[in-house]
């Protein structure tokens, strides 16, 4: 099964640097992440049926978007754990911050719903995880976010998903084959998403620096943009895989 009639490389899609320092020194040596995500889509059996499921569940789940992005990040602040990546230095709850963050979450919603196997959705995701694992050096002093709470955050959504599609729609049969098909395509993306850590060596934490605001109007943290512009510009250098190198 082709989405969209993408070639597989039979490379996985990537070829991965040794690790996380190397994200900060030089561009990703990234290639054809479309063909990673389509050889994943065949994996798990996502087909056509799957994504007209998903997009056709918009409606509901945009219509409760802003339920839906409070509810993870009320979650994340029940956890020191992960509470900590939301307070400011002096340890109060930056509200700022959340719901810039909540609007970036509802962003992905969007995407998620349109999702199609082009380059920029996959590269937006490995950006997510690369920015989560290797944070930027205004925030560098919290550290990498674990990566262990990423695929929790998978699992929360997939719940909280599925809750909404059986408050709001009245056949039990759509329900449950609409939510198998949001559990298939969050694991495409939690595929790209991991492989943005590349190890689980993480960046320790360290004190907290001076007050800076790193966000633009959008909400996207500027470490997010950095990273976005080497993953395209390794796109246009690294075109094809290194034979040398497996996945």
Request: no cysteine.
């Given at each position: 099964m082709l989405l969209a009639g993408l070639p597989h490389n039979g490379m996985g899609g990537i070829v991965k640097p040794a690790t996380h320092s190397e994200f900060?020194?030089?561009?990703?040596?990234?290639?054809?992440?479309?063909?990673?995500?389509?050889?994943?889509?065949?994996?798990?059996?996502?087909?056509?049926?799957?994504?007209?499921?998903?997009?056709?569940?918009?409606?509901?789940?945009?219509?409760?978007?802003?339920?839906?992005?409070?509810?993870?990040?009320d979650h994340f602040l029940q956890f020191p754990q992960t509470a900590r990546f939301f307070?400011?230095?002096?340890?109060?709850?930056?509200?700022?911050?959340?719901d810039r963050r909540k609007h970036s979450l509802a962003r992905w919603l969007r995407n998620s719903i349109?999702?199609?196997?082009?380059?920029?959705?996959?590269?937006?995701?490995?950006?997510?995880?690369?920015?989560?694992?290797?944070?930027?050096?205004?925030r560098g002093y919290l550290g990498s976010v674990p990566a262990r709470f990423m695929i929790g955050t998978m699992s929360f959504a997939q719940t909280a998903i599925a809750n909404v599609l059986s408050?709001?729609?009245?056949?039990?049969?759509?329900?449950?084959?609409?939510?198998?098909?949001?559990?298939?395509?969050?694991?495409?993306?939690?595929?790209v998403l991991l492989a943005g850590y590349v190890t689980e060596t993480p960046t320790p934490a360290t004190a907290p620096p001076p007050p800076a605001d790193d966000e633009d109007e959008?909400?996207?943290?500027?470490?997010?943009?950095?990273?976005?512009?080497n993953i395209l510009d390794g796109n246009r250098t690294n075109g094809a895989p290194n034979q040398s190198q497996g996945e």
């Open positions: 900060a020194r030089a561009s990703l040596m990234i290639f054809d992440w479309p063909a990673r995500m389509q050889q994943m889509a065949d994996f798990v059996g996502f087909t056509e049926d799957d994504l007209a499921l998903v997009r056709s569940s918009g409606p509901i789940l945009l219509a409760r978007a802003e339920e839906l992005t409070t509810a993870v990040y307070l400011t230095p002096e340890g109060e709850i930056d509200q700022t911050r959340l349109d999702f199609q196997l082009d380059e920029q959705f996959p590269v937006f995701l490995l950006a997510m995880g690369v920015v989560h694992s290797n944070p930027s050096l205004e408050e709001d729609m009245d056949d039990p049969s759509q329900v449950l084959h609409t939510s198998v098909a949001w559990n298939k395509l969050l694991m495409l993306q939690l595929d959008e909400g996207e943290p500027e470490g997010m943009r950095r990273v976005l512009t």
